[in-house]
C-alpha cells in the first residue's frame, strides 16, 4: 500500500502555544489530503483538507500546508487548547478515488 | 456525534470463528466505508459500499466480505477469525462515494480475538 508517515509520534504543548504535526507520504500521485481528529473512544473527526493545486489553506485555528517537491503536509493548531488533545491522522488519496491511504498518527498533549 | 452508529461496542472471539459487525450510516448517506485500525496505527481502508454495491476494495483477504442494505445500513463479515484481526473496526457513512464526500465515521467496535 502507500506509505503515509509522520515524524513525530508524540508531541506536548503547552495550553496557548502553536502546534505543528508534520506527514510525509510517498505517492507523488496523491492529489488530495486530509488531516483528521481522533479523540479516545471515538472515530475520527474531518479537521481540514487540501487538494494538490493548493499549497496552504486556512480554516478555524487550523492551518494545513501541503509541499509537493518533498511530499510534505503539516498541520498547524493555533492556540492549542486541552480540548485539542488527541491522535492526529494524515490521510492521502490517489487519483481521487474512493480509497485513502492513513499514515500512523501523532498523539497531541496539550498541558494545561 | 456524526450519526453514525455502531454495534456492537466491543466484542471477543476466538480464533476460527466468524463475526458480524453492523453499521448505520447517516440519514441521507448512501456510501459506507469500512476500515480496521489495529492498536497504535491509522485505519486501513478495507471495502467501501455504494447504493448495495462493492465499489472498491483493500487489500485484504476474502475471509473479510461486507454487505449493504436498502436503508443504506452495512454489515462487515469477518470467517475464520486470526489473533491479527484484532483491532477497531470503523465504518464510515459519505453522501455519496469519491474522495471529495466527507466521510463521518462511527465509534468503532473493538474485536478481541484470543
Known amino acids: 500500500g502507500e506509505s503515509v508517515g509522520l515524524h513525530l509520534p508524540t508531541l506536548s504543548v503547552q495550553e496557548g502555544d502553536n502546534s505543528i504535526i508534520n506527514c510525509a507520504y510517498s505517492?507523488?500521485?496523491?492529489?488530495?489530503f486530509i488531516w483528521y481528529k481522533q479523540e479516545s473512544g471515538k472515530g475520527p473527526q474531518f479537521i481540514i483538507d487540501?487538494?494538490?493545486?493548493?499549497d496552504k489553506r486556512q480554516g478555524q485555528r487550523v492551518t494545513v500546508l501541503l509541499n509537493k517537491t518533498v511530499k510534505h503536509l503539516s498541520l498547524q493548531i493555533a492556540a492549542t487548547q486541552p480540548g485539542d488533545s488527541a491522535v492526529y491522522f494524515c490521510?492521502?488519496?490517489?487519483?481521487?478515488?474512493?480509497?485513502?491511504?492513513f499514515g500512523t498518527g501523532t498523539s497531541l498533549t496539550v498541558i494545561p | 456525534e456524526t450519526g453514525v452508529t455502531q454495534s456492537p461496542t466491543h466484542l471477543i472471539k476466538t480464533r476460527g470463528q466468524q463475526v458480524t459487525l453492523r453499521c448505520s450510516s447517516q440519514?441521507?448517506?448512501?456510501?459506507v466505508s469500512w476500515y480496521q485500525q489495529a492498536l497504535g496505527q491509522g485505519p486501513q481502508f478495507i471495502f467501501q459500499?455504494?447504493?448495495?454495491?462493492?465499489?472498491g476494495r483493500g487489500n485484504f483477504p476474502p475471509r473479510f466480505s461486507g454487505l449493504q442494505f436498502p436503508n443504506y445500513s452495512s454489515e462487515l463479515n469477518v470467517n475464520a477469525l486470526e489473533l491479527d484481526d484484532s483491532a477497531l473496526y470503523l465504518c464510515?457513512?459519505?453522501?455519496?462515494?469519491?474522495?471529495?464526500?466527507?466521510?463521518?465515521f462511527g465509534p468503532g467496535t473493538r474485536l478481541t480475538v484470543l
Open positions: 464510515a457513512s459519505s453522501k455519496d462515494p469519491g474522495a471529495y464526500n466527507e466521510q463521518f
Open positions: 505517492n507523488s500521485a496523491s492529489d488530495y
Open positions: 487540501i487538494r494538490s493545486n493548493m
Open positions: 490521510a492521502e488519496n490517489p487519483n481521487t478515488g474512493n480509497q485513502f491511504y
Open positions: 440519514s441521507g448517506h448512501n456510501t
Open positions: 459500499y455504494y447504493r448495495e454495491e462493492e465499489n
